[in-house]
């Protein structure tokens, strides 16, 4: 089955301590982002990539990192998680930057104390 | 920089009626593409609807249908004969073709909707 999984789905951690989510996509995909969502904000691009080795900033990037050292992993660093960084966090990958569709995994929701 | 506007925060229908939700976008490209997502309470993203800026024709999904305005930045959804099920918040998101920006979607802030039985 086509699918982005992300793991993990829900995590409760203290200010300061590295975190790591991860996103996988098994549909061969060369385009995959990060986004956040916060209540009325909707949905933000945190960092995307275009391809192995190749990322760059989205809108709100501060605070996070990424790596693309295999075309099917994506995943997002946090090195020192603050409260600001409480939300709901989306992985999505396409086949490549101009596909129309995204698919995007179920989400980690992530609260910071 | 793309914006997404969705001013309607929360609307609500009876079961069975019709609703529109509405979106308007800013943008200085003239191919882009534009979608409608929807979030249950289940938080996955559904991709509903999606309309090429080239195509004049207002793209339809079942229930579902666009009146997509080019000229006014105007892209609205209107889910007909409303079911319990289409409870969700809905985001316009717009895509550029060219690759411009950020090169991934631009959210509205969504519209939650309600169906009343």
């Known amino acids: 089955e086509a699918q982005v999984t992300q793991n993990p789905r829900y995590l409760i951690t203290v200010t300061g301590k590295k975190l790591t989510v991860t996103c996988s996509q098994n549909?061969?995909?060369?385009?995959m982002s990060w986004y956040r969502q916060d209540p009325g904000l909707g949905l933000r691009q945190i960092y995307y990539s275009m391809n192995v080795e190749v990322t760059d900033k989205g809108d709100v990037p501060e605070g996070y990192k990424v790596s693309r050292k295999e075309k099917r992993n994506f995943p997002l660093i946090l090195e020192s998680p603050s409260p600001n960084q409480t939300s709901l966090y989306f992985c999505?990958?396409?086949?490549?930057?101009?596909?129309?569709?995204?698919?995007f995994g179920p989400g980690t929701r992530l609260t910071v104390t | 920089a793309q914006t997404v506007t969705q001013s309607q925060p929360e609307m609500s229908v009876q079961e069975a009626e019709t609703v529109t939700l509405s979106c308007t976008y800013d943008?200085?490209?003239?191919?882009?593409?534009l979608f409608w997502y929807k979030q249950p309470p289940s938080r996955q993203m559904i991709l509903v609807i999606r309309q090429e800026a080239y195509k004049q024709q207002n793209a339809t999904e079942n229930r579902f249908s666009v009146n997509f305005q080019k000229a006014a930045k105007s892209f609205s959804l209107k889910i007909s004969d409303s079911q319990l099920g289409d409870a969700a918040m809905y985001f316009c998101?717009?895509?550029?073709?060219?690759?411009?920006?950020?090169?991934?979607?631009?959210f509205g802030k969504g519209t939650h909707l309600i169906i009343q039985p």
């Open positions: 999505a990958s396409s086949f490549n930057r101009l596909s129309y569709e995204q698919y």
């Open positions: 998101a717009y895509r550029s073709k060219t690759g411009g920006g950020a090169d991934g979607l631009t």
């Open positions: 943008t200085s490209e003239s191919d882009y593409y």
């Open positions: 549909m061969n995909h060369e385009y």
